[in-house]
């Protein structure tokens, strides 16, 4: 699993390698569990990365509401 927080493009190449390889269902149920609980991290940091920036996009850009 990866320790440091990855870039949103390299956690979502890693995420289609991941799902890739599960879909292929050629992995050892061990390494399939191993390979799902990334995955799950991956598509938690990219959830959060992409609220990030919608976040500082509408503080840089505020909408009609604020007007």
């Known amino acids: 699993m990866m320790s440091e927080k990855?870039?949103?493009e390299e956690a979502?190449?890693?995420?289609?390698?991941i799902v890739s390889r599960?879909?292929?269902?050629d992995v050892e149920l061990?390494?399939?569990?191993?390979l799902f609980?990334?995955?799950t991290?991956?598509?938690k940091a990219c959830d959060q990365q992409l609220k990030d920036a919608e976040q500082k996009l509408?503080?840089?850009?505020?909408?009609?509401?604020?007007?």
Do not use: N
């Open 6 to 8: 990855p870039k949103f």
């Open 30 to 34: 061990e390494q399939a569990l191993k």
């Open 22 to 25: 599960l879909e292929k269902g």
């Open 41 to 43: 991290a991956l598509v």
């Open 12 to 17: 979502l190449a890693r995420l289609e390698e």
């Open 58 to 67: 509408e503080e840089l850009v505020p909408g009609d509401e604020q007007q």
């Open 37 to 39: 609980e990334e995955g």
